[in-house]
């Protein structure tokens, strides 16, 4: 009863008003499970490429060739597979498109399908998403503790800073509920001293404040003044996190930050993250180097992977063979998963299991181009991985997210929620 019967594509709108791929697949036994496509602005060169169209109409940005792909080659190969066998599912998928990057059916295509089968799955076996996926792979499930953008940048606010996020995390807290208070109190508190000296430009993709500093360490300065004005003591509950995207600004091993018009080569940027280091409590940064800087990235790991959390984003794409290779290098100690990146379900999760085979974090996290879609959440829970990355505090998209956390906490419990354990290596973990 588990044989999907019918795929079926659509197009539905994300959060930045571009059109993106949304999969209802049917089971014989009449369950239907449904999933949509995010959508990045920071996009790592190795990751599934989204199917655009490419042609005048929407600026390019229309799926009729991804929706085409989904309701014709997708539906004929899919139609008769049984939906609780994903791995196959996904071969499926895989088998019609060879390309490396998912040029020819399109990630976004291949990304819906996969996780809408996902969700049928698990609605005919009657479990919750998150509980579906940690049965059937085999994880513990815990909910995840998050990492929520106080201020945006780079590709999702304009390039007005270069570092792309601003974000905070609260290991300190006994619950998710007590996370999203004390954020509630140092976001608008961000805004508000914004406001007052009128650095306040709006609002991110992501829904961080968007900034109108005057140099990168200002965000840093603001963001910790916020902690504080949200009577919070910086270091002791709240703790803060970088997102680089040093690709967006570096190539081959030269990084230029444009807001303080000054270009450093590898070895300069990783000594001026290490005064940011020495300066501020931050626990967690996201690709500090290039995707093409392997060299950066390993010295950046032998200097701080015993004090933070080092990130691979668009340098691993959610790809088990780049974490197994930068495991061998030395080179971070912890993956991004990013399911759209990969491409299909199997292709994350494998990504995700590899990453935890060698001791290493795994952060699942949204994209800048969002939906209500809240798989995410779901298998942030299920694969047990602690760590959860959406974006702000605000914009529905986010909020959707976040919320869906809270509900699947009043299911597992409270003593589910592992707060801090993901940084126990960390220098908040020391000092906790």
């Not at 993106?20 to 996009?43: C, F, H, N, Q, W």
């Not at 606010?157 to 954020?183: K, L, N």
């Not at 000594?271 to 060299?295: C, F, H, K, R």
Request: hydrophobic fraction near 45%; include cysteine; aromatic fraction near 6%.
């Amino acid at each position: 009863m588990t044989d999907i019967s019918s795929v079926f594509g659509r197009r539905v709108w994300d959060s930045r008003g571009n059109p993106t791929v949304e999969v209802t697949v049917t089971l014989s036994s009449g369950v239907v499970g449904r999933a949509i496509a995010p959508a990045g602005a920071s996009r790592g060169t190795r990751e599934a490429i989204d199917l655009r169209d490419g042609d005048r109409a929407l600026r390019g940005m229309n799926v009729t060739k991804a929706l085409a792909n989904v309701n014709a080659p997708v539906a004929q190969a899919l139609v008769g597979l049984d939906a609780g066998q994903q791995a196959a599912v996904d071969q499926a998928l895989l088998a019609l498109d060879p390309s490396p990057l998912k040029a020819t059916l399109g990630g976004n295509a291949t990304v819906a399908t996969s996780l809408a089968v996902l969700h049928a799955a698990a609605a005919d076996a009657a479990k919750p998403l998150w509980r579906y996926v940690s049965d059937r792979y085999g994880f513990s499930p815990s909910v995840p503790l998050p990492e929520i953008q106080i201020f945006g940048g780079g590709a999702h606010a304009g390039r007005r800073v270069d570092i792309q996020d601003f974000m905070i995390m609260v290991p300190g807290a006994a619950s998710f509920d007590e996370v999203m208070e004390v954020t509630n109190e140092v976001y608008f508190a961000a805004g508000d001293i914004m406001a007052a000296k009128g650095k306040l430009a709006g609002v991110a993709d992501e829904g961080g404040w968007w900034p109108a500093f005057s140099s990168n360490e200002e965000a840093l300065e603001t963001l910790v003044m916020a902690i504080e004005k949200a009577g919070e003591k910086p270091g002791d509950r709240v703790v803060i996190s970088l997102d680089i995207a040093a690709s967006e600004f570096g190539s081959a091993g030269r990084y230029r930050l444009s807001l303080e018009d000054r270009e450093m080569d590898s070895g300069e940027m990783i000594d001026t993250l290490g005064q940011w280091l020495d300066a501020y409590p931050i626990v967690s940064i996201e690709d500090p180097l290039g995707e093409d800087d392997s060299d950066g990235m390993v010295e950046f790991t032998r200097r701080f992977g015993d004090r933070i959390q080092i990130i691979g984003d668009d340098f691993l794409v959610t790809n088990a063979a780049l974490v197994d290779d930068a495991a061998a290098k030395g080179a971070c100690n912890a993956v991004l998963m990013k399911v759209n990146q990969a491409g299909t379900v199997t292709e994350a999760i494998d990504a995700a299991r590899a990453a935890m085979d060698v001791g290493w974090g795994v952060i699942v996290s949204a994209r800048s181009g969002e939906t209500e879609d809240v798989s995410i959440s779901h298998l942030a829970t299920g694969i047990g991985c602690g760590q959860l990355k959406v974006g702000s505090f605000q914009r529905s998209e986010r909020m959707a997210k976040w919320n869906e956390c809270l509900r699947i906490q009043d299911e597992l419990g409270a003593g589910a929620f592992v707060g801090g354990a993901p940084l126990a290596k960390t220098w908040w973990g020391r000092q906790a």
